[in-house]
């Protein structure tokens, strides 16, 4: 999926997968699903760095992801159709855009999980399944966790990115931060899945103060 940072497009492909969409509030990944199954490719360059610029502090962070989110809950709910009929596109290709644009839903699953795990260890106890129940639940979490392991160490492979910041000491480099994090924002996230069942009546912009120093300091190499 094309994420709106550093890409190029042809004017030919957005013009014949129907143009940007504003009530979308993933517009970039919109026209990604509209230009996949229309047939056109795409190129990924993993080992090119252009600078870009990070929201200042986590409000704006949150208000960034909940917008998100609210965008591919819209096009899970409203292109998946299009994605599973998409004729002339591989249908690996065709579950690789139904796969990812479900992942939506992961926050949903997450929240539920963790306001559920007492009533389903009690349940599960009441039943004499205490056990198999710790199990399944453990498992799921070590899936979970190694996923996001194999996502951190397909970036450090990259062989451009000892050009990226070091911002983690060494012994918090090997953490699931990123499981953590979205662990934490679990409940904005399924407030802003909700929300894109409504009209909200808006469309927040990320606060970013355009401060070059600080575009300088998060591109610099160690």
């Known amino acids: 999926f094309f994420h709106g940072t550093a ?17 979308c509030e993933a517009e970039d990944v919109w026209l990604t ?3 996949t199954v229309k047939g056109w490719r795409f190129v990924y360059l993993d080992h090119l760095r252009v600078r870009s610029e990070l929201p200042e502090d986590m409000l704006a962070f949150i208000v ?26 591989p249908w690996l290709n065709r579950l690789d855009l139904l796969i990812r644009a479900h992942t939506t839903w992961g926050n949903v699953i997450a929240l539920t999980m963790t306001l559920g795990v007492l009533p389903y ?18 498992s799921l979490m070590a899936l979970n966790l190694a996923l996001r392991l194999m996502e951190g160490r397909t970036l450090a492979e990259d062989p451009a990115a000892e050009a990226s910041p070091r911002l983690l000491p060494w012994w918090l480099r090997w953490a ?9 924002m679990s409940w904005a996230m399924t407030q802003a899945t909700y929300e894109s069942f ?10 970013k103060k355009g401060s070059g120093a600080a575009v ?7």
């Open 216 to 222: 300088g300091r998060r591109t610099r190499k160690r």
């Open 64 to 89: 960034e992801r909940m917008r998100w989110m609210r965008g591919w809950t819209q096009i899970a709910s409203e292109l998946s159709g299009k994605m599973l009929r998409a004729h002339g596109v």
């Open 7 to 23: 890409g190029l497009w042809r004017a030919k492909a957005i013009e014949d997968a129907g143009g940007w969409v504003g009530t």
């Open 176 to 184: 699931p931060m990123g499981y953590l994090l979205d662990m934490g």
């Open 33 to 35: 699903v509209q230009a």
């Open 121 to 138: 260890f009690v349940v599960a106890a009441w039943l004499g399944l205490a056990v198999p129940a710790a199990l399944l639940y453990l």
């Open 198 to 207: 409504r009209s909200v009546g808006q469309w927040p912009v990320t606060p």
